[in-house]
């Protein structure tokens, strides 16, 4: 069996990408939830706009992390969480819910991609093939 050809470009560089890409789609969809604490639950400065403030922060800070080795299980702390809000807004827990489906899904993509890359079956670990 033959050793995968080197990266030229790194991968997981991308798939971080994704991540924080998709960190920032969910402080989007929590701060979309604001509007709905203001009314529902006694203003933004209420416990439950502070843990909604929290989210957000916490969130935009992560993207600085995706690259760590601990980042992955921090998210998935982080949706734990956020779902366990349904017993404060369930309109959070259902963006925990949501979210956390679209972690899972993540996370099997790279899985795969790791797996691929263990064999040597992305495209880019491919040798040209040379004509003659």
């Known amino acids: 069996m033959t050793t995968p050809a080197p990266l030229k470009k790194d991968p997981m560089k991308a798939f971080r990408g994704i991540m924080a890409g998709t960190l920032i789609l969910e402080v989007i ?13 006694g203003g933004v400065t209420s ?6 403030f929290g989210f957000i922060a916490v969130f ?14 921090a998210v998935v702390g982080l949706h734990v969480l956020l779902i366990a809000t349904w017993l404060l807004l369930p309109a959070m827990g259902v963006i925990g819910v949501i979210f956390g489906l679209v ?3 993540l996370l099997w993509l790279r899985k795969d ?7 040597g079956r992305l495209p880019a670990q491919q040798q040209p093939e040379q004509q003659s």
Do not use: D, S
């Not at 935009?60 to 299980?73: D, E, L, N, S």
């Open 103 to 105: 972690w899972a899904y």
């Open 29 to 41: 969809v929590v701060a979309l939830a604001l509007p709905v604490i203001a009314k529902l639950h």
């Open 113 to 119: 991609l790791l797996k691929r890359m263990a064999e």
């Open 47 to 52: 416990l439950v706009g502070w843990i909604a």
């Open 60 to 73: 935009i800070a992560m993207c600085a992390f995706v690259r760590k080795p601990w980042a992955i299980g």
